[in-house]
């Protein structure tokens, strides 16, 4: 059991998986010499040396492209892109590319490949480096999309993410890079796919991920205090999805409340609230109620983006909307 | 065909015969509703996939493009699944999922036709990066069209092959035409130019002469083989065809019926071969040999299944572990 960073626990995936499997390369803009822009793979260059750890260009289209090629020809590319809203230059190798190889050539390849993106996270990054576009990507078949919360979880999905046989597109919110805890010696394996109850509750079920996972534990805490216990569900995966673990919980509190810091309209929110309204209707007491940012783009400003971004403050008024 | 027969003048005639006869079949077969969708052929190229199939080995990947059949063939697609494909067969390389656009084939390093302008270059360089982490000594190779060009992705590729001196073949083929328009009036700097800019040794080939095509690109490959880095091949060539089947080529109306056997490089090669005292009956038998093998591919597609959704839904992902 170590204290580690976020990011270090992402370093550590990396390093074992890279440790463990010569085919495992890294490339991206600045992740070799500097480490990344965030520092998470800071010592991956010396230790693994400069063929399997490289530093690219500012060519976002051809990162992502050539790790398809590559994930054709026998590596395993983990490749990053430096802020999520980059990825719009990468679009056509994502999307085009990486997600309908195997199914268009009937299945003849397997695109072993990793696709690290920040997103969000609150730091002023302004309006073109704050986006949380993984809806985009969780609506393109032939993608998986995972977004850790938890420093054992941003281990175990990014393990998990390189061992995939499909392309996996791993979103780390910016946030939570610095966010200290307990990494365990040998982490325990997470499957894609697979929600985690972070907190058990009879009242109403709260269905999150990445950084807006504490900010739900955060106003579970306050709502506990006036009597109100909520179920809190880390997705973990977007796509897949664990619908049976929402559906379970739905079971139980019959409330339900989505909260992602996606802009809410056409967000990550709006498949899972219309999933519920089918698969569990019969469950349903209340309105299905998403926390997400307003439609406008993320704005630079401290105040303006502290407001933009969901908080405890919304998510314990949205519970009391479905407990209403 | 072992790898010297390949590129004789007598294999590389034979690719040529095989492609244009595919191809015209495949013509025959859209205008007759059998092939539903597009497709877009390279009637009057086949030097230049001919000629660079013919320099590359087995273990040496190629990405290709839209127009790709003639790359596919050259590399050695099975003509029996090639034709099954098109016609939307289960049977078909891809399942029937992919198409004219999509035919790709693993276990000849054929990494697929594409779909999109320049997506086959930045995959080309992926490739090439893997054949140098994992030293399998073998390289990979990408056809474009000059089109391409104009692509940002394009620019992307040759800069990070030429940083990391990847064994990548870049070979733009120059029909004149970026779609409905001359290239001329898209493309402002010469191909070899653009490439020589990022710091790739860069030639232009006759495209329409598969022996001096081939002989370039064996050169090349042997370069980068050799730990040279990537090439840029520059094939000059005729787009005898629309865009796409069907394409009424209005914007081409000023031509005129100039295009002579001249650009033929199938005219010209069996002209050299007849010349060189190479026997008729020989040269001959290529074609035929090609319309033989053709015909029996398309009475096989039309015999086949139709893909099957249930098993087509399967494939978006790999099958789970365990």
Not at chain 2, 288 to 304: K, L, M, Q, S, Y
Request: hydrophobic share 50%; with cysteine.
């Amino acid at each position: 059991m170590a204290e580690v960073r976020f990011g270090q626990a992402i370093n550590r995936a990396l390093a074992d998986a890279m440790e463990g499997d010569p085919d495992v390369v890294l490339f991206g803009e600045d992740v070799a010499a500097a480490g990344g822009p965030f520092g998470v793979t800071r010592g991956l260059l010396d230790r693994f040396g400069p063929e399997r750890v490289r530093d690219t260009p500012i060519s976002e289209a051809a990162i992502v492209g050539a790790a398809v090629g590559a994930a054709m020809s026998g590596l395993k590319p983990v490749v990053e892109i430096m802020f999520m809203d980059f990825a719009t230059l990468a679009m056509d190798a994502l999307v085009n590319q990486a997600a309908k190889a195997r199914f268009m050539f009937g299945g003849q390849f397997s695109l072993p490949m990793v696709v690290r993106m920040p997103h969000g996270g609150g730091i002023s990054a302004g309006p073109q480096h704050s986006q949380c576009l993984e809806a985009w990507l969780a609506h393109v078949p032939g993608l998986k999309v995972v977004c850790p919360a938890t420093i054992p979880d941003a281990y175990a999905l990014t393990r998990a993410a390189i061992a995939d046989p499909d392309p996996v597109v791993v979103v780390e919110n910016k946030s939570l890079y610095s966010v200290k805890g307990e990494l365990p010696d040998a982490p325990p394996a997470v499957a894609i796919g697979k929600a985690a109850t972070v907190r058990h509750g009879r009242d109403a079920t709260i269905v999150t991920y990445g950084a807006m996972a504490p900010m739900a534990v955060e106003a579970a805490a306050a709502l506990a205090r006036e009597g109100i216990e909520t179920e809190i569900i880390d997705l973990r995966s977007l796509q897949p999805w664990d619908e049976a673990a929402v559906l379970a919980s739905l079971a139980r509190t019959h409330r339900l409340v989505i909260v992602h810091e996606a802009v809410e309209a056409f967000g990550p929110g709006a498949e899972i609230a219309a999933r519920m309204a089918d698969a569990g209707f019969d469950e349903l007491d209340g309105p299905i109620v998403r926390v997400g940012a307003p439609f406008m783009p993320p704005p630079f400003a401290k105040n303006l983006e502290e407001r933009y971004r969901p908080d405890a403050e919304r998510i314990i008024a949205a519970v009391r909307r479905v407990m209403a | 065909m072992a790898a010297a027969d390949k590129a004789s003048p007598l294999g590389l005639l034979r690719v040529m015969h095989l492609i244009r006869e595919a191809e015209l079949r495949l013509a025959q077969l859209f205008a007759d509703g059998e092939i539903p969708g597009f497709i877009h052929l390279s009637v009057g190229q086949e030097g230049v996939a001919a000629g660079v199939g013919a320099a590359l080995g087995p273990g040496d990947t190629l990405a290709s493009n839209h127009r790709g059949h003639g790359h596919a063939l050259a590399k050695g697609l099975d003509l029996d699944r090639f034709f099954l494909e098109i016609m939307g067969k289960a049977e078909g390389i891809c399942g029937g999922r992919g198409g004219s656009m999509h035919v790709a084939d693993a276990a000849v390093g054929m990494l697929g036709a594409n779909g999109i302008v320049a997506a086959g270059l930045p995959i080309a360089v992926g490739s090439a990066l893997a054949h140098q982490v994992r030293r399998t000594g073998a390289i990979s190779s990408v056809f474009f069209g000059d089109g391409a060009l104009a692509e940002g992705v394009m620019h992307e590729s040759l800069n990070l092959a030429a940083i990391w001196k990847l064994p990548v073949l870049f070979v733009c083929e120059s029909n004149g035409w970026s779609e409905f328009s001359p290239t001329a009036h898209q493309i402002a700097a010469d191909p070899c130019a653009l490439a020589a800019s990022h710091g790739i040794a860069a030639r232009s080939v006759d495209g329409n002469d598969a022996v001096a095509v081939c002989e370039a690109a064996q050169q090349y490959v042997s370069e980068i083989r050799g730990g040279g880095g990537p090439r840029f091949l520059e094939c000059r060539t005729t787009r005898v065809r629309g865009h796409f089947e069907g394409d009424p080529q209005k914007y081409r109306e000023g031509e005129g019926a100039a295009r002579d056997d001249a650009s033929d490089p199938i005219v010209r090669l069996e002209r050299r071969l007849a010349a060189d005292g190479v026997p008729g009956t020989e040269i001959a038998a290529a074609a035929r040999a090609a319309a033989e093998r053709v015909t029996a591919a398309v009475a096989r597609a039309r015999a086949g299944n139709l893909p099957d959704f249930a098993a087509s839904l399967r494939d978006v992902y790999s099958p789970a572990a365990g």
